[in-house]
């Protein structure tokens, strides 16, 4: 089944572009309730970091 | 040593039953077998509705086995099996789950989307879905493996 999924994407803007540290995906879940938790989560811990939810069909993704 | 793991069911109602896992818990065993051979809500309220779980196999049998014979790892082997009483814990709703529930080294939920995600206390400490996670490690099933 090729069901809808939910892609977190994280950037933190104090790097540099090219480095590996300024942008990465958090996580891919399978409700947009899962992946607004995590973004809750991860930004009580940093709070600079911007995120980006996507959502896209698993077989896109995978 | 045991990998610890628990396996829950988020019913249309919104609550929650949870039970314990003892053996192989991680993903390339539980986590696999519970994406493949699990994947309807039937199934799933059916190997929940045993309670506590020694070690996870890709069937539930009809009736008791030998909890001591493990030869035939195609069946789920419960505590019952042995007598003991094992807990099916409820929780009302997702949140009172995510506050109360029992946490072993990897959680796996199975929700009102008819979807495994998994919460992995070594990784990203969210709940991830298990099917990307499987296709992205390239695990393979360990019953095609033996």
Same mark, same amino acid.
């Given at each position: 089944m090729n069901r809808t999924v939910y892609v977190v994407t994280w950037y933190?803007?104090?790097? +540099?572009?090219? +480095?590996?540290?300024s942008n990465g995906i958090l996580g891919v879940f399978s409700s947009k309730y899962f992946a607004d938790e995590a973004v809750k989560k991860d930004k009580a811990l940093y709070p600079w970091v911007e995120y980006e939810l996507e959502f896209y069909t698993l077989d896109e993704v995978k | 040593m045991a990998t610890r793991s628990t396996i829950a069911i988020e019913n249309q109602d919104g609550s929650v039953y949870q039970i314990y896992s003892h053996w192989d818990g991680y993903i390339q065993n539980n986590g696999v077998i519970l994406q493949k051979y699990y994947n309807t809500r039937e199934s799933v309220e059916k190997l929940v509705s045993g309670?506590?779980?020694s070690s996870l196999g890709r069937k539930v049998s009809d009736t008791p086995l030998d909890?001591?014979?493990?030869?035939?790892?195609?069946y789920t082997i419960y505590y019952s099996y042995r007598g003991e009483i094992t807990e099916i814990r409820h929780f009302k709703d997702f949140d009172t789950y995510e506050k109360e529930h029992q946490y072993e080294e990897y959680s796996y939920i199975f929700t009102k989307d008819n979807v495994w995600s998994v919460f992995d206390t070594y990784g990203a400490k969210d709940w991830l879905d298990l099917e990307y996670i499987i296709d992205q490690r390239g695990i393979t099933d360990p019953y095609e493996v033996e």
């Open positions: 933190d803007h104090r790097c +540099s572009n090219w +480095s590996p540290d | 309670g506590g779980i909890f001591d014979n493990r030869d035939n790892h195609d």
